[in-house]
Each structure stands twice: as C-alpha cells, then as structure tokens.
C-alpha cells in the first residue's frame, strides 16, 4: 500500500524554525519528485516546495524563499521541509505530496501535519 | 488571491449533474494539462482528474474533466450526499515556474 506520512509539526514561536519529515511506504521514492503543499486555515491549497528524484532540483513558492529548504534522503525514503524565520502567515496543515511532472499533478497525498507559529 | 480562479460555492440536488469551472490564463490552464482535487471535510485532498481528462483508477466515471483555452471545467454527474466537499484544480505555470492552485469551490448536495 502507498503511504506517506508526515510529522514534526507543532507550535513554535514567530521567528523559529520546525523540521517536519515524511516516511514513504509502498513506492519506489526515488523514481519519483516529491513536494510540500500547505493549507492555512479555513483557506485554499498552496504550493510550497518541490524536489527531483535525486536532489538536484528544488523549487520553491516566492514567499518561502531564503527561509524554508527542502530535502530527502532516499536510501531512508524520506523527504524533509527544514523550515527557519517561521511567521504567523506560515501557520497551515502541511502535506507531503507525491508528484508527476510532465504533466504535472499530485497523486498521492499524506493525512497532514500541523504547524502553529504564535507566541 | 489565488492565480486560478473558481466560484467559491456551487450546489445541486441528488441525481443533478454540476459544473465546476476554473479559470487561467495563457501561463497555466493556456499552456498546461489541469488537475482536480476533492477534500472531504476533515481529510487530506485526493486526486480526482489528471491531464485535464483523466480519472486515475477507483474514481468513478461521474466525475469527467475538460479543459479550453485558458479555462477547464469539472462536471460531476448523479450528484450523491458523499460528493459534498471542497474542489481544487491546478495547473503548472510556466511563468511562476510552479504548480498553481484554484481558490476551491465548496459543494453543497442539498
């Protein structure tokens, strides 16, 4: 069965950092991108982050550039969202999302991890 | 403001068919497949639609997608209860250089 599941969520205050992480079962990870997608509350679905099958590649969305990174390690089959200068707009549920490029779409989703940034 | 537009809500009846209609432009929908999402309340988003038009495996053939220009188009037809949810679409968009995201259009069986 593939799985991804995510966790390191949590509540941090503003100006701190959160590593959040996510395992994959079921799949070859690495034959595969991968990528973070967060929804703040009550709100629609953003894009945050993408990485290649081998880390060559990251893209980001323009408001988390220069203070989020994203990562994997895939003899582990995990991908990683190191994220620092945390602000309160960074409040969201974070997804870890498998996705297909060419063309593009997510087709496997995790249940989520919740990140709070509040004092 | 999301770069992919979609009427925050729609609804329908049991057995009605519904159109959700999501609109771009030359950089995304113009120029790239659409995908559509359903969020269930509570859970995680799923993958509904790929390459504007198809169902990947285990969604039923009332869901359909399509895509013109610059806009694209969910029609759900035998409206049922359990298709209540949230409705994305998105898009690559070669300008931003990222996938896009729709507002999310709320649908209500009534």
């Known amino acids: 069965e593939v799985q991804v599941v995510e966790s390191g969520g949590g509540l941090v205050q503003p100006g701190g950092s959160l590593r959040l992480s996510c395992a994959v079962s079921?799949?070859?990870?690495?034959?595969?991108?991968m990528g973070w997608v967060r929804q703040a509350p009550g709100k629609g679905l953003e894009w945050v982050a993408n990485?290649?099958?081998?880390?060559?590649?990251?893209y980001y969305v323009d408001s988390v550039k220069g203070r989020f990174t994203i990562s994997r390690d895939n003899a582990k089959n995990s991908l990683y969202l190191q994220m620092n200068s945390l602000r309160a707009e960074d409040t969201a549920v974070y997804y870890c999302?498998?996705?297909?490029?060419?063309?593009?779409?997510?087709?496997?989703w995790g249940k989520g991890t919740t990140v709070t940034v509040s004092s | 403001q999301s770069v992919l537009t979609q009427a925050p809500s729609a609804s329908g009846t049991p057995g009605q068919r519904v159109t959700i209609s999501c609109s771009g432009s030359?950089?995304?929908?113009?120029?790239?497949?659409v995908s559509w999402y359903q969020q269930l309340p509570g859970t995680a988003p799923k993958l509904l639609i790929y390459s504007s038009n198809q169902r990947p495996s285990g969604v039923p053939d009332r869901f359909s997608g399509s895509k013109s220009g610059t806009s694209a188009s969910l029609a759900i037809s035998g409206l049922q209860s359990e298709d209540e949810a949230d409705y994305y679409c998105?898009?690559?968009?070669?300008?931003?250089?990222?996938?896009?995201f729709g507002g999310g259009t709320k649908l209500t069986v009534l």
């Open positions: 999302a498998r996705v297909r490029r060419g063309p593009y779409y997510i087709d496997v």
């Open positions: 998105a898009a690559w968009d070669d300008s931003l250089r990222g996938p896009v």
């Open positions: 990485i290649k099958q081998d880390g060559s590649e990251k």
């Open positions: 079921g799949f070859t990870f690495n034959n595969y991108w």
């Open positions: 030359s950089s995304n929908i113009g120029s790239n497949s």
